[in-house]
């Protein structure tokens, strides 16, 4: 999948955070796709479940890489 399947899937208003980078920014999915490069491969996006899967956050991560980006 590319990246920017992967952010068509998500709402816009929903706000992720790059584990990536220093700091650790959080944008919405919209700014997001207007920063960055949304033809690359190899992404897939992912459900995590927290509290005994009363809590699901999604995720978008660089598979065999290091990019991650959280929903917050």
Same mark, same amino acid.
């Given at each position: 999948m590319t990246l920017g399947e992967c952010l068509n899937m998500l709402h816009k208003d929903m706000i992720l955070i790059d584990m990536h980078r220093p700091g /650790?920014?959080? /944008?919405?999915?919209? +700014?997001? +796709? +207007?920063? %960055?490069? %949304? !033809? !690359? !491969?190899? /992404? !897939?996006? @992912? $459900? @995590?479940?927290?509290?005994?899967?009363r809590t699901q956050k999604r995720s978008i991560a660089k598979m065999d890489g $290091?990019? %991650?980006w959280n929903e917050s």
């Amino acid at each position: 999948m590319t990246l920017g399947e992967c952010l068509n899937m998500l709402h816009k208003d929903m706000i992720l955070i790059d584990m990536h980078r220093p700091g /650790y920014p959080a /944008y919405t999915v919209q +700014k997001w +796709k +207007k920063m %960055l490069p %949304l !033809e !690359e !491969e190899g /992404y !897939e996006l @992912r $459900t @995590r479940s927290f509290n005994f899967g009363r809590t699901q956050k999604r995720s978008i991560a660089k598979m065999d890489g $290091t990019q %991650l980006w959280n929903e917050s």
